[in-house]
Every structure is written in C-alpha cells, then in structure tokens.
C-alpha cells in the first residue's frame, strides 16, 4: 500500500519533466520578450542617463524602489513560510515548500536588479562591498543602505543552500529513474552521489533543520532592513517605528500570494491536482486571513500615531496623503486589497472556490506593490515646503523594467519547473509512510 | 570479506531486519531508504552530527569577522556620520548578526557534504537504485563462514531480496 503511494509519487512528479507543451513554450515566449524589452530600455538609460526615467527633485525614490522592496517581500516569505512551516511540522507544508523555496531564489534576482537599475552609474556598484582596496575606500557599516547588500547577499546564499539540501534526495530520485540523457547527466552531477545512506540522512537532517532554523530570523531581519532604509529617513510617512513588523506583514502576505498564484495554473499544466489539492489552497487563505488582519492593524497604527503623536507635519502629511492627493486612490485601493479583500476569505465557500481565491491572490499583489509605491512615493513629493512638492509619472523604461523583472522571475520559475521536481518528493513519501502507521 | 545487500518494501521491516542484526552482535551494515532514517538511530552505530558543532564555530568566526571588519575599516576615516561616532556598535549588530548567519549556513552545507561525503557523481556498487525510489536496503559486510546465518536473519525480517555483493 505504502510502497504503491511511493511509486505514483515518483511516477506523478516525474512524469511532469516530459516535453514542453506549446502553451507552456508561449508563456516561456512572452517572458522572453518582455526580458529584451527591458533590456533595450536598461540599455537606453544606461546610455543616455536617469533622465530617461520620471525621476526627478523631489521624487528621486519611486518605481524601481517599489519593486525592489515588492520583490524582496516576495523573496522574504519564500524561504521563511517553508522554514517556518517546517519548525513547526505542518505537515501539508510538504506540497508547497519547494514551490515557496524556488519563489524565494528567482524574487531575490529580480529585486537584486532594481538596485543596479536605480543607482544611475551601475559601473561603480562594487564600490558598496567591502574589500580591501588602493583608495582605502570602505563603505559606511552605519547606513541601513549598506546593511541592505549584506542582508540581500546573505539571504540569497542561505536560501540557495537550503534550496539545494532540501532537492538532494530528490535529484537522486530523477537520477535514477531517467533514462541515460543530458537530463541524467545533469541529475547525476547535482545529487553528488546521493545514496539516501543513513549516515547521510542523520548530517543532512542535522544541516537542513539548522539552516531552516537559521532563515527564520534571517528573513526577519531581511525585510526589517529594507524597512529601516525608509524609517531611518526624517520624513513624514517613513519615519516609522512600527515600519519593520509592519513591512514583514506585508512581505509574507504576499509570499501566500504569490505561492497561489503560481500553484493554481501549475496544478493544472502539471497534471497535480492531487498533491497541489484545494485543502493546501483553504490552509494558505486562513494564513492570509492573519497576514491582513496584522497589516489592517498595522494600517491603523500609522494613522493614529500620526494624529496621537501630535507632530503637526506627521498629522498634515497623513490626511493631504489619504484625502486630498493623487495619490489618495491608491490608498484607499491599498487598504480594500490588502485589508478588506481577504477577510472575505472567513467564508469556507468562498475560500475552497479556487477561481475566487486566485483573483484575491492577484488583487492583494496588485495591492501590496500599491502599497509599497504609496509608502515611497507621496512622501517624497510632499515634503516640508509645499513650494517643493512635485509629481511623479513612471515613463516607459520604468514600466519596461518593471516588466523585464516579472518575465525574468515567471521565465526562470517555468525553466525550474521543466527541468527539476516541482514537489519535494521524499516528504509526501514520509507523509505516506506516517499515513500507513497511523491507520 | 563478503557483503550481502537486503532489500525491503516496508520501513517497519527494515527497522526489524536492522534490530536483528544489532541484537545477534554485526555492527558492520548500513542502512538505505528514500526517505529519512533518523528515527533508526537506536539500531545504528553513529548518533547525532558534527554538524551542529561546525555551524556553532562557524556563526562565532562570523560574527567575530564581520563585526571586526566594520571597527577596522571605520577606524581608517575616523569619520563622524548621522551624528555617531566612528565605532558605533549598536549599528554594526546589524552586520556582525548577517555575518554570523552567513558564515554558519555555509559551515552547515559544508558539513552537511563533508560528513556525509557527498562529492562523487557515481553511486558505490551496493547502492541499489531502488533505495532513492520505493524501497530501503541493508548492506551487511559479514565473514563468509556467517553468510547463512545473516541471510537468515535478514530474511525473517522481512526482507523481499537478498544479493550477494563481490
């Protein structure tokens, strides 16, 4: 019985690496496509300058930063719901985790490129690490700017490692069971003659649950300092103590997000119905049920500091940013997605409608990127002197590159997915063992 | 020397086939199976990991290193920014902790592929590829004057095959 439920793991899992299908090679097109348009508009900034941008005094932080902290918030929840998931032994953590961990590694490309992107003269971006050089040049350790390369470099190796030890068992399994082909080759390097060994188990255990203990606090403190880079600012709407769990809130709300976005159409191409099932769908929904309710709190928070701490630019700033400016749309948009939307996920109906819990997944990450883009921007354009106030419009190399990073995040995810076990195999086998015991 | 390789569909009959064998006095076996064999620890001879003492040195050496490199290169400028002074520790928390992450998650990869040698692309002979599939195994290395009484062992456990291996 348990041997059966073994082999139609192995047999379902792999099965999915055969041939592409024309539906999957279009998608694979478009994102393509969307990566050389942002190429040649990267190319054309880097040729004539930020002047190609809308950027400009007083807005000089505003897309590529949005992106940056949104692609980071998704990168952030990656490895943090799969590790938290697995310290605290949710057994349903098993069919999503590699999903969550693969996220994780392509979202920490696509927000490491925004940087780049943004700093104008990306020919000196080594000038942030620090090394040993002729100029005696060393960056400030005191600038949350500076924390943010350490803490991005940091989270991407360990989430790589933790990524590569938790697909070990499973590159063997695909060792074995290919045919002899390029793709057994590959397989065969990868798993570094993984036997499944009880001596390998009892170190790789060891090492994967103190690197999962270790990416905790990490991805804590990941997002925290990308919060800092704002709430260490003077100005009114970033100058926040509350700005690092609020932040975090919002990066594993849409980590949630994001992993049902993907799952929903994998499922389907892959023929997974069964292990991705509408119960991982109702679990992940009660988890964003949490995640808004933190965040409508946190929301609350910020107004009533704002009016509570008496600070008289704090209190202006707030009520012309909610009520009176352009941008007041987009708050208010923020605060129904990211709020009011998934709390209609209370409803059991409405939370096992797949289709429903697909749109509110994609209207809370339309949302949290608003969110991310009211947080940057409306404080930058209403400063202090309303005689400095400006506006800002994204122009076309903005949107491109904002393009180029969704096809490169979507573009890699679908190579993954082609090439390597979407599902950790050898935790459903375990699940199907425990499942045996138990009866 | 000789070795005897036993394959088993069940992990319950793998523990008993591993049981048997520690109770009738063998310790040179190992044990194979596609998911994680750590609740069999009773039954075989290594027990915990080296691992978590390489994570510990190496989160210690990072720390150390990272937070030493911020007061260092501070100390070149001497230069006074947002009001603090040149050493200013309470900021540098921030990277000494990254650092001791850092270092300690690559010890733990490390350790994990040193300690449990993995480092080839080929598989040893005993290993079965059934064992990364469905199946688990037992690789005993025995005296050739005890091959009878081993494949009966094995084999009131449980065992659904046993080979002998040159």
New interface residues.
């Given amino acids: 019985m ?2 059966e439920a ?2 139609r793991i ?1 047999d379902q899992v792999l099965g999915s690496l055969g041939r592409p299908s024309r539906g999957y090679l279009a998608v694979l097109a478009i994102c393509a496509v969307l990566v050389v348009a942002g190429a040649v508009a990267f190319g054309i900034q880097y040729a004539l300058g930020m002047g190609v941008t809308g950027l400009s005094i007083p807005v000089g932080w505003a897309v590529y930063i949005t992106n940056y902290v949104w692609w980071i918030g998704v990168a952030m929840s990656g490895t943090f719901i799969s590790a938290m998931l697995f310290l605290f032994k949710v057994n349903w953590r098993s069919n999503i985790s590699r999903v969550a961990e693969t996220m994780t590694i392509f979202a920490i490309a696509s927000a490491g490129l925004f940087p780049l992107i943004h700093l104008g003269r990306v020919w000196v971006f080594y000038w942030i690490l ?1 090394y040993p050089n002729t100029a ?1 040049l ?6 949350p700017l ?2 943010d390369v ?2 991005i ?2 989270y991407l ?2 989430s790589l ?1 933790i990524f ?2 938790g697909l ?2 499973d590159l ?2 695909a ?3 290919t045919q002899p082909s390029w793709r057994r080759t590959m397989y ?2 990868l798993a ?17 649950l ?2 999962a203990a ?1 990416a905790m ?2 991805a804590m ?1 990941v997002h925290s ?1 990308v919060s800092w880079d704002f709430a260490m600012g003077l100005l009114p709407g970033w100058h926040e103590t509350i700005f690092a769990p609020y932040f975090v809130a919002g990066a594993v709300l849409s980590g949630f997000a994001l992993i049902i976005l993907l799952l929903v159409p994998l499922r389907k191409a892959l023929h997974l119905e069964n292990i991705f099932t509408v119960y991982h769908f109702e679990q992940l929904a009660k988890l964003m049920i949490l995640m808004a309710l933190i965040l409508g709190y946190c929301y609350g928070v910020m107004s009533f500091m704002s009016w509570y701490s008496g600070d008289r630019f704090s209190r202006q700033f707030e009520f012309h940013r909610d009520f009176h400016s352009r941008y007041s749309p987009l708050f208010w948009a923020m605060i129904l997605a990211n709020f009011l939307l998934p709390l209609t996920f209370f409803s059991k109906r409405l939370r096992t409608n797949l289709a429903y819990v697909y749109v509110i997944a994609l209207v809370v990450e339309v949302g949290l990127w608003i969110e991310r883009f009211v947080i940057i921007v409306p404080s930058l354009a209403y400063g202090f002197l309303p005689s400095s106030w400006g506006v800002y419009a994204p122009r076309l190399p903005e949107i491109a590159l904002t393009g180029l990073s969704f096809g490169l995040f979507l573009g890699l995810f679908l190579v993954f997915v082609a090439l390597f076990p979407s599902v950790a195999m ?1 935790e459903l ?2 699940q199907a ?1 425990a499942r045996t ?1 138990g009866s | 020397m000789l070795t005897l390789r036993a394959i088993y569909d069940d992990m319950e009959k793998l523990a008993a086939g591993l049981k048997a064998l520690k109770d009738s006095g063998m310790w040179e076996y190992e044990a194979y199976g596609p998911t994680s064999l750590e609740n069999l620890q009773d039954f075989m001879k290594g027990k915990g990991s080296k691992v978590r003492i390489l994570t510990y040195v190496g989160g210690i050496a990072g720390l150390v290193f990272f937070w030493y490199m911020c007061i260092a290169s501070s100390l070149v400028f001497k230069l006074v920014t947002g009001g603090k002074p040149a050493i200013s520790n309470v900021s540098f928390i921030v990277v000494g902790y990254q650092g001791a992450i850092f270092v300690a998650s690559i010890a733990a990869f490390l350790g994990v592929l040193v300690f449990a040698r993995l480092r080839r692309k080929k598989t040893p002979a005993e290993y079965d590829s059934r064992f990364s599939g469905t199946d688990f195994g037992i690789v005993v290395h025995i005296r050739p004057e005890d091959r009878n009484r081993t494949t009966d062992i094995l084999r009131a456990s449980g065992a659904v095959e046993i080979n002998e291996l040159a």
């Fill in positions: 348990t041997r073994m082999h192995d620090p005696g060393w960056p400030n350790f005191k600038s500076v924390w350490f803490a470099v940091v190796v360990l490692l590569y030890l070990l068992p063997a399994t060792r074995d069971r065969a390097y570094l003659g993984w036997t499944g060994k009880y001596d390998q188990w009892r170190h790789w255990t060891r090492g994967y103190l690197i270790m606090p990490l403190s300092i050898y086998k375990e063992i015991e």
